[in-house]
T-cell receptor
Framework: EAQVTQNPRYLITVTGKKLTVTCSQN?????MSWYRQDPGLGLRQIYY???????DKGDVPEGYKVSRKEKRNFPLILESPSPNQTSLYFC??????????????FGNGTRLTVT | DQQVKQNSPSLSVQEGRISILNCDYT??????FLWYKKYPAEGPTFLIS?????DKNEDGRFTVFLNKSAKHLSLHIVPSQPGDSAVYFC?????????????FGEGTQLTVNP
């Protein structure tokens, strides 16, 4: 089954304790991205990657890191989490394309709480 | 600076009636517009899209209308069904935007009452 898998689904941590949220896709997609969803703000892009070893900042990259060592994996790293990073996080992937573009496939989300 | 705005956080309609979800954008460089639907505890899923060269795109019960001069698009669902109850996100991107990079709106919670 074609899917984007995020782990964990739920995570509660304390300020400053480094954490990683994993994302893996089995569709051989070139493009992968991380979004955060916050009430009243919708989905905001954190980082994206157009292929292996190619990553770029989205709209809200501060406090996050990513890596793309393999095509299928795109982990999100919070080196020193803070309470304002409490949010619902989504990983997404798609083929690259022109025009309206191929649709993004999203994972089921990771609910992160930083106390 | 919210470039894609969905001004109605919620909408409630009766089963069988029309649901109209609205979206406004400010960036005149946006050329492609998409709607995603999101159920609780799941990620958003693609619903329908439209290119700026069109003013309407239809897919079954779902129709998206684009008014470029007003920088406004809307999603019509006819007839609405209880299973349509979800959060709907409007999204947009420009021709030159890298890959599949999208700008999303805040979302509208649609509730269809039986």
């Amino acid at each position: 089954e074609a899917q984007v898998t995020q782990n964990p689904r739920y995570l509660i941590t304390v300020t400053g304790k480094k954490l990683t949220v994993t994302c893996s896709q089995n569709m051989n997609h070139e493009y992968m991205s991380w979004y955060r969803q916050d009430p009243g703000l919708g989905l905001r892009q954190i980082y994206y990657s157009m292929n292996v070893e190619v990553t770029d900042k989205g709209d809200v990259p501060e406090g996050y890191k990513v890596s793309r060592k393999e095509k299928r994996n795109f982990p999100l790293i919070l080196e020193s989490p803070s309470p304002n990073q409490t949010s619902l996080y989504f990983c997404a992937s798609s083929r690259l394309g022109t025009g309206v573009g191929p649709p993004l496939h999203f994972g089921n989300g990771t609910r992160l709480t930083v106390t | 600076d919210q470039q894609v705005k969905q001004n109605s956080p919620s909408l409630s309609v009766q089963e069988g009636r029309i649901s109209i979800l609205n979206c406004d954008y400010t960036n005149s460089m946006f050329d492609y517009f998409l709607w995603y639907k999101k159920y609780p505890a799941e990620g958003p899923t693609f619903l329908i899209s439209i290119s700026s060269i069109k003013d309407k795109n239809e897919d079954g019960r779902f129709t998206v209308f684009l008014n470029k001069s007003a920088k406004h698009l809307s999603l019509h669902i006819v007839p609405s069904q209880p299973g349509d109850s979800a959060v709907y996100f409007c999204a947009a991107r420009g021709k030159e935007t890298s890959g599949s990079r999208l700008t999303f709106g805040e979302g509208t919670q649609l509730t269809v009452n039986p």
